[in-house]
């Protein structure tokens, strides 16, 4: 301890410095690993539809064929990539209804397999 | 604040793409890697075209590493006109040069993919200690190679599980670059502690 306090009083910005990006590695380290136990759950990797996804993205995401999505969405816009919420504002829904639409026809698919 | 951002992509498309790792390489704070992610994931789904996606990536990140590279320079000049009258930035500037000979290429490669984090500052300091500016862009553009590549790949493979993805590679970048840093002072502070001793003996 003694010499710690001795090395911090010599080299003060530097000893500083080292503690804070030891602190800083160590934060990570700890995050690094409460994320990998957090996604090894299954329970936690089936991804909620989000506005942000677009019919392509859930179909990939889900492992459903572009048909299905295709029915359950309706026609698209022109847009080339569009997302849930461009898609929910040209129908005139919310991106909830619509998210629940897309979800019964995922199931619906599912059960047919 | 994480949903608006993978918007982001979809929306905007390659465009998004090439402007976050442009702005990235240039220590702005743009979670470009998440970018990358999301574009990546895109790929997979059929929304983006591959090639054009890794092209647009590397083509962004290359222009950063330049423009950070020119404004370390500028601002290195600019500081060894001023140090004439100050010694401490001009030790500064030497130790800079010091460090940009002595660790060079394979600095710049690593900075650029395993070091990420601390890739702009490396764009800074190598600049300003004038490393040669063929030398810095050869091993920068194969060092953005592999971090679009890693990132991009990334996303395509996991991309149904992009959220893991960005948490865990996030994280662990920050462990990489925070540790890097910890073993240069630690490496840093035990030469000072030597030289102290040294001189305390003779």
Redesign the interface.
């Known amino acids: 301890m003694k010499r710690l306090i001795h090395i911090w009083k010599h080299h003060p910005l530097l000893s500083t410095g080292f503690a804070l990006a030891l602190c800083l590695t160590l934060y990570f380290g700890i995050r690094t690993v409460t994320a990998t136990m957090y996604w090894a759950d299954p329970a936690h990797r089936d991804q909620a539809l989000q506005s942000w996804m677009t019919p392509g993205y859930i179909g990939h995401s889900w492992k459903v064929p572009r048909e299905v999505m295709d029915a359950a969405i309706g026609t698209l816009p022109e847009n080339k990539r569009p997302t849930l919420e461009v898609i929910a504002d040209q129908q005139g829904i919310s991106v909830a209804d619509l998210i629940a639409r897309i979800e019964t026809a995922i199931f619906a698919y599912r059960d047919a397999q | 604040m994480t949903?608006?951002l993978?918007?982001l992509v979809?929306?905007y498309?390659l465009f998004i793409v090439a402007l976050s790792t442009a702005l990235s390489c240039m220590a702005l704070p743009i979670p470009s890697s998440l970018i990358m992610l999301t574009a990546g994931?895109?790929v997979?789904?059929?929304?983006?075209n591959g090639l054009a996606t890794f092209a647009t990536a590397l083509s962004g990140a290359i222009l950063g590493d330049q423009a950070g590279y020119s404004l370390g320079r500028r601002g290195g000049d600019y500081l060894s006109r001023m140090s004439q009258s100050t010694g401490k930035s001009a030790r500064l500037l030497a130790r800079a040069q010091g460090f940009a000979a002595h660790w060079g290429g394979l600095g710049v490669f690593l900075s650029r993919w395993l070091f990420s984090p601390i890739g702009p500052y490396m764009n800074l300091v190598t600049g300003a200690a004038h490393m040669n500016r063929a030398t810095f862009t050869l091993w920068g553009v194969l060092g953005e190679v592999v971090w679009v590549t890693i990132y991009v790949g990334l996303g395509y493979t996991f991309?149904?599980?992009?959220?893991?993805v960005a948490?865990?590679a996030g994280?662990?970048s920050?462990?990489l670059a925070?540790?890097a840093?910890?073993l240069g002072?630690?490496l840093?502070?035990r030469s000072?502690?030597r030289s102290?001793a040294a001189k305390r003996h003779a």
């Open positions: 949903e608006m993978l918007a979809p929306t498309g994931a895109f997979a789904s059929g929304d983006l991309g149904d599980q992009i959220e893991a948490s865990i994280n662990f920050g462990v925070a540790g840093v910890t002072l630690g840093w502070l000072a502690i102290e």
